[in-house]
């Protein structure tokens, strides 16, 4: 099942998309709309509304094997912000802070129901399910300093979607590709992950408490791409998705009101 995060008049909520009449159905009985939407009537928004978005660094052996590294035995771990997500159609923002911003595609795997100290074998029943996503990187400002935080956190950063797909056979077997103007930059697999999509849910859940809506972003194969203002950036998983977002540079900084 394809489910959307869309508004509609004043309230938003998840459906599940239609494909074949476009159309979405409420997936909230409380809203009492029963009757199916039209798709052209509805706001789609990011698919997404996470408490925390924990990424896998290293976690592909084409990855590790480009970066001169051997794999361990976890991949390392670090955090980026909710305000760096995006959806799909939505632009990548290159910061004016950096001469060089890099695109990786990943597979998204989305929390269902709150979690801590899962086994892998119970990770199914804990997910919502899986999307498209890009890792978007400051490349620069990486090397400025010890921790990711500010080269990884940047606002639009995180792009998912362009929908969650709650069924999917076989996440250690799923073909990932990603296209920059149309251009095939990275091509993987995720049989080639260092720690499969349910241990590292399993991984996870041994630091921290998971939470509905939490997503964690499973790593990305060799080949990140460079990107400026004006390219396209595809991600395409095979049995999730397709996630498209156009790049822009950044305008002049006014505070926020």
């Given at each position: 099942m394809?489910?959307?995060?869309?508004?509609?008049?004043?309230?938003?909520?998840?459906?599940?998309?239609?494909?074949?009449?476009?159309?979405?159905?409420?997936?909230?009985?409380?809203?009492?709309?029963?009757?199916?939407i039209?798709?052209?009537?509805?706001?789609?928004?990011?698919?997404?509304?996470?408490s925390?978005?924990?990424?896998?660094?290293?976690?592909?052996?084409?990855?590790l094997r480009e970066m001169g590294r051997?794999?361990?035995?976890?991949?390392?771990?670090?955090?980026?912000?909710?305000?760096?997500?995006?959806?799909?159609?939505?632009?990548?923002?290159?910061?004016?802070?950096?001469a060089r911003v890099d695109a990786e595609g990943e597979l998204a795997l989305v929390i269902g129901r709150a979690c801590r100290n899962l086994a892998a074998a119970d990770v199914a029943k804990y997910l919502f399910g899986y999307a498209c996503a890009g890792d978007v990187t400051a490349v620069d400002l990486r090397a400025l300093d010890e921790t990711l935080g500010r080269a990884k956190g940047f606002d639009t950063?995180?792009?998912?979607?362009?929908?969650?797909?709650?069924?999917?056979?076989?996440?250690?077997?799923?073909?990932?590709?990603m296209f920059v103007n149309g251009q095939l930059v990275q091509?993987?697999?995720?049989?080639?992950?260092?720690?499969?999509?349910?241990?590292?849910v399993s991984f996870v859940s041994s630091i921290m408490t998971l939470l509905p809506g939490d997503v964690i972003l499973s790593g990305s194969p060799a080949g990140?791409?460079?990107i400026t203002p004006g390219d396209e950036v595809r991600v395409e998983i095979d049995g999730v998705g397709v996630l498209i977002n156009p790049?822009?540079?950044?305008?002049?900084a006014t505070p926020l009101q």
């Open positions: 394809k489910v959307l995060r869309v508004r509609h008049g004043d309230a938003a909520f998840y459906a599940q998309l239609v494909v074949e009449n476009s159309t979405v159905v409420c997936l909230d009985r409380a809203l009492g709309l029963p009757d199916p039209p798709l052209a009537e509805v706001a789609v928004l990011p698919p997404v509304t996470p925390k978005i924990i990424c896998a660094a290293g976690n592909f052996r084409s990855r051997e794999a361990a035995d976890a991949p390392m771990l670090f955090l980026k912000p909710p305000s760096a997500v995006i959806g799909s159609g939505q632009a990548i923002v290159l910061p004016q802070a950096s950063f995180a792009p998912i979607g362009p929908w969650i797909e709650t069924e999917v056979d076989n996440p250690t077997a799923l073909g990932l590709r091509e993987g697999n995720t049989s080639d992950m260092v720690v499969s999509p349910f241990a590292l990140p791409s460079p790049v822009r540079a950044e305008p002049e």
